[in-house]
T-cell receptor, first 116, second 116 residues
């Protein structure tokens, strides 16, 4: 079965540079979530999209922006990178069913971003 | 805001034995989902088991089962017949059942070691 695809898998950037992370959800999934997991930490929610509209926003810095495109893939754009942005960035997708019928989110393998 | 607490940073179990990982949560909502995710050294987030809050019956998936105590807001994971492949970080997570694209809120994780 197709899974959530994230690219690139690894990325090394210098401080103050820009990075773009891509996420391709499971086919027919209409919802995408982005999470950030720092070293030794639990995943922290950044932002989500449902049907190409921003649905919820978490602790996402103003330097970051994201969008979901017409083909449902999503991109997380990160500018003015800082050392503290080094983390594993997960994308997850799900299919919204209805109230009490929400399906679980399936995670991609993550993009490991290292800022040097 | 919902919070998830995992009070056991590390646990150890012998192969073929049983271990229970603890999780408590705080919410004012009545409809929600609870999950256990496994994160092996590959860092992939793998769904282990899911529980709907409106269901009184505890979820079971092969060797994995939960003890869901809604009034106590407790959601523990029992792993029976532990295997070396069970060694991983385990995250308890909460998700509201209302609204669209509800995010996952994770606990801080429990690292499980499996010994021979």
């Amino acid at each position: 079965a197709a899974g959530v695809i994230q690219s690139p898998r690894h990325l090394i950037k210098e401080k103050r540079e820009t990075a773009t992370l891509k996420c391709y959800p499971i086919p027919r999934h209409d919802t995408v979530y982005w999470y950030q997991q720092g070293p030794g930490q639990d995943p922290q929610f950044l932002i989500s999209f449902y049907e190409k509209m921003q649905s919820d926003k978490g602790s996402i810095p103003d330097r970051f922006s994201a969008q979901q495109f017409s083909d449902y893939h999503s991109e997380l754009n990160m500018s003015s990178l800082e050392l503290g942005d080094s983390a594993l960035y997960f994308c997850a997708s799900s299919l919204i069913v209805d109230h009490l019928g929400n399906t679980e989110a399936f995670f991609g393998q993550g993009t490991r971003l290292t800022v040097v | 805001a919902q919070t998830v607490t995992q009070s056991q940073p590390e646990m150890s179990v012998q192969e073929a034995e049983t271990v229970t990982l603890s999780c408590t949560y705080d919410t004012s909502e009545s409809d929600y989902y609870l999950f256990w995710y496994k994160q092996p050294p590959s860092r992939q987030m793998i769904l282990v088991i899911r529980q709907e809050a409106y269901k009184q019956q505890n979820a079971t998936e092969n060797r994995f089962s939960v003890n869901f105590q809604k009034a106590a807001k407790s959601f523990s994971l029992k792993i029976s017949d532990s295997q070396l492949g069970d060694a991983a970080m385990y995250f308890c997570a909460y998700r509201s059942a209302t609204g669209t694209a509800s995010k996952l809120t994770f606990g801080t994780g429990t690292r499980l070691q499996v010994t021979l």
